[in-house]
Nanobody
Framework: QVQVVESGGGLVQPGGSLRLSCAAS????????MGWYRQAPGKERELVAS???????NYADSVKGRFTISRDNAKKMVYLQMNSLKPEDTAVYYC?????????????????WGQGTQVTVSS
């Protein structure tokens, strides 16, 4: 069984900072990509940032220069440091990990999603 769990969300004022954490656990052979997505009410889920196992990163234009994604492969964790937060950053943030599990046929890499953590930026 594979689990992906986020933490670190909360209420913050505009201009403030939050650090989100995501931990993957279970019957994991290898994690390829890990990333953060967000979804605000009435909007489509969008990619915020992603990172490969080799350290390549990608960011949405709206968060470049403000957010930083990082990984600790040994701990099977990914983090999202969010600085200079804006009200438009308010959303449920989801962690996604692409995982090859020993419990899955042929070790097929599959997407595993966390339950989401609420980030609210408001004055």
């Amino acid at each position: 069984q594979v689990q992906v769990v986020e933490s670190g969300g909360g209420l913050v004022q505009p201009g403030g900072s939050l650090r989100l954490s995501c931990a993957a656990s279970g019957s994991i052979f290898f994690i390829t990509d890990m990333g953060w997505y967000r979804q605000a009410p009435g909007k489509e889920r969008e990619l915020v940032a992603s990172a490969t196992s080799g350290g390549n990163t990608n960011y949405a234009d709206s968060v470049k220069g403000r957010f930083t994604i990082s990984r600790d492969n040994a701990k099977k964790m990914v983090y999202l440091q969010m600085n200079s937060l804006k009200p438009e950053d308010t959303a449920v943030y989801y962690c996604k990990a692409v995982i090859a599990s020993l419990a899955v046929q042929a070790g097929l890499p599959l997407d595993y999603w966390g339950q989401g953590t609420q980030v609210t930026v408001s004055s």
